[in-house]
């Protein structure tokens, strides 16, 4: 990576004005403390291991919504829910060296689209806000629960009672902590990009905070469309500039994609980042 767009991310995290966006390879280093197994966090590895490590039929291997939809059809949407709290709320993993580099830097927002427990870990000492995404529910229009972390437990809170400088982490696929919400399934996914369009998945105070911000999209794959709709919406009012996608061999509908949406492409992983950032370190 070139040292001037490295300098360029890091003035712009220092400056709460590049949001880290993370996505499952953002955990690439994270293994089972148990078994050393590797966090199940991409499509291909979450099919796996919600299947006892047997593929599904190859039109089921395509995303892992939609063979969560197939399970949650054979089996009730509580198996795919109690498969989720498992993996992310029981089984314990090293940390990813991502969140650890994230942990120094702290920044005001993140957004982070895996459903482990890292992040919120990184921010265990400081009174936050988190934003937890939901769907299928109809107590209200809104497809979000805001908590208050008061560093020592969570409380939900409505948005208007929000502290606007305390940090805001948000998990829009879920959590298992506090409470087991999760976006799995094809159908969960249908009805949160939906109110996500509408406005309804994300709070007032973030669109205020949110506007002329720039991403960085790490380990965020965009060749699926689930993955593609979110980031859109979520990242709406960001400059024109969008930010910096990183992926290594980005597919060519990504590259369109990606230079589409503004976001510069750095052909480079996680791994290869964190490498980065340590080379410029020493040669500073």
């Not at 089921?60 to 993996?87: H, I, W």
Request: charged share 25%.
């Amino acid at each position: 990576m070139a040292n001037n767009v490295i300098t360029e991310i890091l003035s712009g995290l220092y400056d709460n004005q590049v949001i880290p966006y993370l996505g499952p390879g953002a955990v690439f280093d994270a293994k089972s403390k148990l078994t050393h197994e590797p966090m199940p966090a991409d499509s291909n590895s979450l099919i796996l291991a919600m299947n006892g490590g047997k593929p599904m039929a190859p039109k089921l291997m395509y995303e892992f919504p939609r063979a969560a939809m197939n399970q949650e059809l054979k089996r009730g949407r509580n198996y795919v829910s109690q498969f989720l709290d498992k993996t992310y709320g029981q089984i314990q993993y090293t940390r990813a060296s991502m969140h650890d580099w994230l942990k120094e830097w702290r920044p005001k927002y993140v957004v982070d689209v895996n459903r482990d427990t890292q992040l919120q870990d990184s921010y265990s000492d400081e009174e936050h806000t988190l934003i937890v995404g939901v769907a299928r529910i109809v107590a209200t229009a809104f497809r979000f629960k805001i908590y208050h972390y008061d560093g020592s437990s969570y409380f939900e809170i409505p948005q208007e009672q929000v502290d606007r400088n305390l940090p805001i982490l948000f998990k829009p696929m879920g959590t298992p902590r506090p409470e087991s919400n999760y976006i799995a399934s094809d159908a969960d996914y249908v009805d949160y990009i939906t109110e996500l369009m509408g406005g309804f998945a994300i709070p007032d105070f973030l669109k205020d905070y949110r506007k002329g911000k720039k991403y960085l999209l790490l380990g965020l794959p965009l060749n699926r469309d689930s993955e593609r709709m979110v980031m859109s919406d979520i990242t709406y009012g960001a400059e024109e500039h969008r930010g910096w996608f990183l992926r290594k061999n980005p597919t060519d509908k990504e590259k369109r994609f990606s230079a589409k949406m503004g976001f510069e492409l750095i052909n480079a992983d996680c791994q290869d980042f964190l490498q980065s950032l340590q080379a410029a370190a020493v040669a500073a």
